[in-house]
């Protein structure tokens, strides 16, 4: 679950729930995703559309995450990744990670340079993860501590069975 939910975060924060009001900006695309609050104009990645298909994703399938931005500064070895992922009040994932580790995983290595990007990924969800809401934020800054980007969304995580079918 941890993987799957990294690639995830980490596929939106390099391709490049309810509005919580004007300090966060809801991404652009069919996402949960809203850009983290306060001052974004010094992020080194701009996220200008990511795309869920399935949108909510849903247990035991795959998920296609399309993503498109641009790099504004290039991102080299050591930057992080901080990821907090909750389901409900209780925290399943907090950890910071090596975000040139982890850009692997979406078929990057670093250093990423200056561009325009678009990345689409497809990442099997197993089945086995608990149906509810998933609070995630991802937060990417540089070697130097300089911010690359920030996200945050509430994930619905859907049952595929036979019993969800609407008749």
């Known amino acids: 679950m941890k993987f799957s939910f990294t690639v995830a975060c980490l596929s939106a924060l390099l391709a490049p729930v309810a509005a919580r009001g004007d300090k966060m900006l809801k991404v652009p695309g069919e996402n949960p995703l809203y850009h983290c609050a306060g001052d974004r104009a010094r992020d080194g990645v701009e ?4 795309d869920l298909t399935p ?5 035991g399938q795959n998920l296609v995450i399309n993503a498109t931005g641009a790099v504004k500064t290039t991102i080299n070895q050591g ?9 409900g009040f209780v925290t399943i994932l907090n950890r910071v990670e090596d975000l040139c580790e982890q850009v692997g995983h979406v078929d990057l290595e670093c250093p990423i340079k200056k ?13 086995h993860i608990p149906a509810g809401p998933f609070t995630v934020e991802a937060n990417a800054t540089t070697e130097d501590g300089e911010p690359i980007t920030c996200l945050q969304g509430t994930v619905l995580l859907q049952q595929n069975s036979f019993f969800n079918i609407e008749l």
């Open 47 to 50: 996220i200008t559309r990511v």
């Open 55 to 59: 949108n909510p994703p849903a247990m």
């Open 79 to 87: 930057s992080k990744v901080h990821l907090i992922v909750k389901m």
């Open 115 to 127: 561009g325009t990007m678009n990345i689409v990924k497809t990442v099997s969800l197993p089945g």
